[in-house]
């Protein structure tokens, strides 16, 4: 079976990330039914927001660990901590569908031109960001899973990494001004 995502790695690369917008179109736009999801406290469901800006912190501290810990060749904990970010991130995006196929997308609260200059710019760049990452996570994440350690250099696994890396953070950073703008400062 390894053999055999190794050496599909690009595809299978294209295919995930299709299927994983697949699943966030589908719950954003609430075609997943309501009916097909357990039903959490509404405790639960106001919590999630705070709950996934925690662990977007918690994201960005891992990554950019990752990224030290590679600098200084620490192979083994570069692994940890990106599969640590990779886990983060699906913890994430399984509370954030949860929320949003249960309630809609969250509505903006604050004044029409904070609306139109910077919630809804930010939320482009965000949504745009999150969207273009998936392919490099996903490429570097399966190279790394495929491979031996020692194969890594003569693969696009690190330069992939620091685009999928560069953009993931700042996805991240965004999303957190995303979070302040919907549920701290309006």
Same mark, same amino acid.
């Given at each position: 079976?390894?053999?055999?995502?190794?050496?599909?790695?690009?595809?299978?690369?294209?295919?995930? +990330?299709?299927? +994983?917008?697949?699943?966030?179109?589908?719950?954003?736009?609430? *075609?997943?039914?309501?009916? %097909?999801?357990?039903?959490?406290?509404?405790?639960?469901?106001?919590?999630?927001?705070?709950?996934?800006?925690?662990?977007?912190?918690?994201?960005?501290?891992?990554?950019?660990?990752?990224?030290?810990?590679?600098?200084?060749?620490?192979?083994?904990?570069?692994?940890?901590?990106?599969?640590?970010?990779?886990?983060?991130?699906?913890?994430?995006?399984?509370? =954030?569908?949860?929320?949003?196929?249960?309630?809609?997308?969250? +509505?903006?609260?604050?004044?029409?031109?904070?609306?139109?200059?910077?919630?809804?710019?930010?939320?482009?760049?965000?949504?745009?960001?999150?969207?273009?990452?998936?392919?490099?996570? =996903? =490429?570097?994440?399966?190279?790394?899973?495929? /491979?031996?350690?020692?194969?890594?250099?003569?693969?696009?696994?690190?330069?992939?990494? /620091?685009?999928?890396?560069?953009?993931?953070?700042? +996805?991240? %950073?965004?999303?957190?001004? *995303? =979070?302040?703008?919907?549920? *701290?400062?309006?």
């Amino acid at each position: 079976m390894q053999t055999r995502v190794e050496d599909h790695v690009p595809l299978l690369t294209g295919v995930l +990330s299709i299927v +994983s917008l697949a699943v966030v179109f589908a719950a954003a736009l609430q *075609v997943v039914p309501t009916d %097909a999801l357990p039903t959490a406290p509404d405790a639960v469901l106001e919590a999630i927001p705070t709950l996934n800006a925690v662990v977007s912190l918690a994201a960005i501290g891992t990554i950019a660990a990752g990224i030290r810990a590679i600098r200084r060749g620490d192979v083994d904990r570069h692994r940890t901590l990106m599969l640590t970010s990779f886990g983060l991130f699906v913890a994430f995006l399984a509370m =954030y569908l949860y929320r949003v196929s249960l309630l809609g997308p969250s +509505s903006f609260a604050g004044p029409g031109v904070v609306e139109r200059f910077v919630y809804y710019p930010v939320l482009a760049i965000h949504i745009l960001l999150a969207i273009a990452s998936l392919p490099p996570v =996903y =490429y570097a994440l399966l190279l790394a899973l495929t /491979r031996p350690v020692g194969e890594l250099p003569s693969t696009n696994h690190a330069r992939v990494g /620091r685009i999928a890396a560069s953009l993931w953070l700042i +996805s991240f %950073a965004l999303g957190i001004v *995303v =979070y302040l703008l919907l549920h *701290v400062l309006f």
